[in-house]
């Protein structure tokens, strides 16, 4: 009998531009550098650190950039023949956070406290009609629980939450979640504090354990 090596799992990373109130977003930086980060220290076989996104932050304007970024991950999995997992991670910051919060769920309503990058405010609003009521909420398939854990016991200052705001954090992890229902991927958000909460390096070490705790428990 031959030995089975580890289950392949590509995993593609989104972060957030600036928006008002948060001039810096840790979120891009991450992002722009998570590649070369990964490269100096090594993920575990089996996974690979797939696209680095940075998305406007922005709704229904910036929806059809998602898309394309969201889209380009089912074209490169076909071009590799790839039939592993395909985990698409989104961070977000909590500019009133001091701890690291893994979102279980996003709900069907943009309601932004404020405009949006492009100009856009909605109000208690579906974000997608056809899915129905604003109550309508979309669950990750990923063991939020498990990677809570192995994160807790790495030291890091973690929780689970079941409330991902109402504003483009919401709005862009809902129709990932509802993407990666259609195509068989799994969907994740993340939410992280200011670098003047938890600091740049610390920040980076949490993502690369995160990668690793989704990896372990897919």
Request: glycine residues 8%.
């Amino acid at each position: 009998m031959g030995s089975e090596g580890p289950k392949a799992i590509t995993i593609h990373v989104t972060g957030f531009k600036r928006f008002l109130g948060v001039s810096e977003n840790p979120t891009e930086k991450i992002a722009n550098n998570l590649k070369s980060y990964v490269e100096k220290r090594g993920l575990p076989s089996g996974l690979s650190l797939g696209s680095c996104a940075v998305l406007e932050t922005a709704g229904e304007g910036a929806k059809s950039h998602l898309y394309q970024v969201l889209e380009s991950s089912v074209t490169a999995s076909e071009d590799k023949n790839n039939d592993g997992t395909v985990v698409w991670l989104h961070l977000g910051v909590n500019s009133g956070a001091e701890k690291f919060a893994i979102e279980r769920q996003a709900v069907n309503e943009a309601h932004f406290r404020c405009p949006d990058q492009l100009g856009w405010q909605p109000q208690r609003v579906p974000i997608v009609f056809e899915d129905g009521s604003i109550l309508k909420a979309k669950e990750t398939t990923c063991s939020t629980e498990s990677i809570l854990n192995l994160l807790k016991n790495k030291g890091f200052d973690v929780v689970q939450s079941d409330d991902a705001g109402r504003f483009v954090c919401n709005y862009v992890y809902y129709h990932s979640l509802r993407f990666a229902e259609q195509k068989g991927h799994k969907s994740l958000f993340v939410h992280v504090p200011l670098f003047s909460k938890i600091d740049e390096d610390t920040q980076m070490q949490f993502v690369v354990s995160l990668l690793e705790a989704i990896a372990a428990t897919c």
